[in-house]
């Protein structure tokens, strides 16, 4: 008897309909997936340059990365590296990311950490032209958009094996 009421809680509570949050709708979902892929597609409008970009990476970036993509911790290093070292290779932006469209994806979404998606679209690309300066991928003054952006070659291009079509 003892466990009937014991069992007889869990049965009620476990058809309950849970309450939390309100219902969303497609315009809800408008921001919500922003994928920059490498081809072009999926890129706001917008442009920048890296000498754009020096003035918010240090006011946004800079606290986590360092001043020169140094960063605070091993896993905050964005800028140097080398995939061909001798030592364990250093993964940055410039050593390791096989596409720039990569880069503006993540600072799109995930940037500043305590602050995601706050950047707007010009700083997404005046950040991403500053990071990518800081690698000696782009000049300062070249002006990346999304006809530009996906023709940046980044040096690991090719040290990725694509296995997403094997059986």
Known sequence: MAALFVCLPLAVSSQEIVRLGTPINEADLVDFDLIAEPGGDGFPPGNGTARQGKSVYEARCAACHGISGEGISGRTVIAGGDMNSEEPP???????????????????RAMPAESPKSLTNEEVYQVVAYVLFLNGLVDEDESLNAETLPRVEMPNADGFIDRSREH
């Open 90 to 108: 250093l993964r940055t932006v410039g050593s390791y990311w096989p596409y720039a469209s990569t880069l503006f994806d993540f600072v799109r």
